[in-house]
């Protein structure tokens, strides 16, 4: 049976939208994040024993047509799965047009599931694209993943009754049982696979509802989806599945990329690049009200990659890559447990993995002590990412960060003492914003002086608490299409009491001028370009993309 993955196109006139981002867009700096929760259920279907298909269309800035035409142009080389099942039938039908007999090809796609991962600002065309897919492939199974579709799967499903089904929340698991089941499903059916087609996907001239039962009856066995009844005409909703405990089952994502994927398309402004990103672990801990991947998808329980696991995954990256110079671990907080921080150092270190290339990662502000720190940079970090947020306490307790100003001095006053790098992330239009508080973050920002930094107003999705505070409150009227701007570019879908959204991005895109054109901060990247040629490369290709945003009016 064949499983095709793909992350659809949008925006692809301005740039590559980066779905897969915590915050989807077309990004100022020209980053493209891998779409690794595609990867990682892909290569467990591959591992599974199902013929994958995989097509990320961003990165190659495809459009609908393309897209379409490379998923027919693959499934047309399918003919048989390995138990001798028609995967496709291919009729040749003739038609007249302007007098002339013409003759062309069909294509009908039988037990094929389709995944397609999806955001909230691309939604609409996200659908749409699964709508050209349903009308080509009638026959085929539809399902949407992603953080949007399983915080608003009645929605999404209600919306859009071309789409089959959604499967929530993470779905290396759930999506290979999706696949097993139908295939199962049809091979035990007594009357033959080529006639239940008709009856379980629902064709018009079908008559038969006991198939249709059926395949509704096997689909409630399985949890972690929302689906169309084909028998009852509703959708239901399963329990959720479980959390994979497990990691480590789950193949490397780095060596499903060098079999599917163009590694040089990918680019993180923070990173040298080219650069892979992969998972060391999912969930995290921390309550933080705004962040989108623990509430949707994988959890507050950090479930962990053994070190020797992850270990493991440089080494491949070292040997199939290279020309790779930097790692980037994807992790909410990386640095959440720090004895498996130093066991993972230990390694790299111990098998002169660290001399090899550097790494950055996600580490709040309050799980690093000095010496961690210390031995993170002996071990090849280069870089650490903190969500410092807000210059006000109050903000902070609003939010549930669970960090105080003074942890983040002394964090950034302990990076500089390890010769760590920091990229700060600092956003703005949280619980209790006032122009004030605004102010107070953009003064910390200076005051702490970080390598680089980003300033964005908070854009809250479906799913996450701050969502739901700001929506019962009407400080969200915009629609799922307003997420972004025509250009792809971030949009801010919150207006506060006194605050437009309009005037938090003007604040973001000052603070980013008056943060990045200081004459000392200029002359201080200029400084440690000198002394790290890869950095000025990494810095000039990020100003590069951006220069056009920070030089706007």
């Given at each position: 049976m064949t499983v095709y993955f793909i992350n659809p196109p949008f925006k692809w006139e301005y740039g590559k939208f980066s779905r897969e981002s915590r915050s989807p867009a077309v990004a100022k700096s020209g980053v493209l994040y891998y779409p690794l929760w595609l990867i990682y259920a892909a290569a467990y279907a591959e591992k599974s024993g199902f013929d994958v298909k995989f097509l990320d269309a961003p990165a190659k800035r495809y459009d609908f047509e393309k897209s379409l035409e490379i998923v027919g142009s693959e499934l047309k080389s399918v003919i048989k799965d390995a138990d001798g099942l028609n995967?496709?039938?291919?009729?040749h039908i003739s038609t007249e047009h302007d007098g002339v007999d013409q003759v062309h090809e069909e294509i009908e796609t039988n037990h094929c599931l389709f995944v397609v991962e999806t955001s909230t600002p691309s939604i609409e065309s996200d659908a749409d694209f699964c709508k050209k897919l349903k009308e080509k492939y009638p026959k085929a199974f539809v399902y949407m993943v992603g953080t949007h579709p399983t915080a608003t799967a009645e929605e999404t499903l209600s919306n859009y009754p071309w789409v089959d089904g959604v499967a929530r929340r993470e779905y290396d698991f759930t999506i290979s049982k999706l696949a097993k089941l139908i295939e199962g499903y049809y091979k035990n059916c007594s009357s033959g696979a080529a006639n239940i087609d008709k009856d379980v996907i629902g064709d018009e001239d079908s008559t038969s509802e006991n198939t249709a039962s059926g395949l509704d009856t096997t689909l409630a066995s399985l949890p972690g989806i929302s689906y169309r009844s084909k028998f009852e005409g509703i959708i239901k909703h399963n329990p959720d599945a479980e959390y994979i405990t497990d990691l480590d089952e789950i193949p490397l994502a780095s060596d499903f990329i060098k079999r599917h994927l163009d590694y040089k398309d990918y680019f993180f402004a923070a990173a040298e690049y080219p650069e892979i990103q992969i998972f060391t672990g999912r969930g995290c801990p921390c309550r933080c009200n705004f962040c989108v991947y623990p509430q949707t998808m994988h959890g507050h329980g950090y479930r962990l990659r053994s070190p020797q696991n992850v270990v493991n995954e440089f080494r491949y990256i070292a040997e199939n890559f290279p020309d790779v110079k930097e790692i980037v671990i994807e992790d909410d907080t990386f640095t959440i447990n720090r004895k498996r921080v130093t066991e993972i150092c230990e390694l790299l270190i111990e098998t002169g993995l660290n001399k090899r290339f550097k790494w950055l990662c996600n580490a709040r502000v309050n799980t690093l002590d000095l010496d961690t720190m210390k031995l993170m940079?002996?071990?090849?970090?280069?870089?650490?990412?903190?969500?410092?947020?807000?210059?006000?306490?109050?903000?902070?307790?609003?939010?549930?960060?669970?960090t105080t100003i003074k942890e983040i001095r002394e964090y950034i006053k302990n990076t500089k003492k390890a010769g760590l790098l920091v990229h700060a992330c600092y956003m703005v239009g949280n619980q209790g914003e006032t122009r004030e508080t605004m102010q107070k973050t953009l003064e910390l920002a200076l005051e702490l002086n970080t390598d680089t930094a980003q300033f964005f107003p908070l854009i809250p999705y479906p799913g996450t608490e701050a969502y739901d505070w700001n929506k019962a409150?009407?400080?969200?009227?915009?629609?799922?299409?307003?997420?972004?701007?025509?250009?792809?570019?971030?949009?801010?879908?919150?207006?506060?009491?006194?605050?437009?959204?309009?005037?938090?991005v003007k604040f973001c895109d000052d603070a980013r001028k008056k943060y990045y054109l200081r004459p000392g901060y200029i002359l201080h990247r200029l400084w440690t370009g000198l002394k790290d040629p890869n950095d000025l490369k990494r810095s000039l290709k990020a100003f590069g993309q951006f220069k056009k945003y920070l030089f706007k009016k």
């Open positions: 995967v496709i039938e291919t009729k940079k002996k071990a090849g970090c280069r870089l650490v990412i903190p969500g410092i947020e807000s210059g006000t306490q109050e903000i902070l307790d609003n939010i549930k960060k669970g409150r009407g400080y969200i009227k915009s629609g799922y299409t307003e997420y972004c701007k025509e250009d792809g570019t971030h949009n801010c879908v919150l207006n506060l009491p006194g605050i437009s959204g309009e005037e938090m």
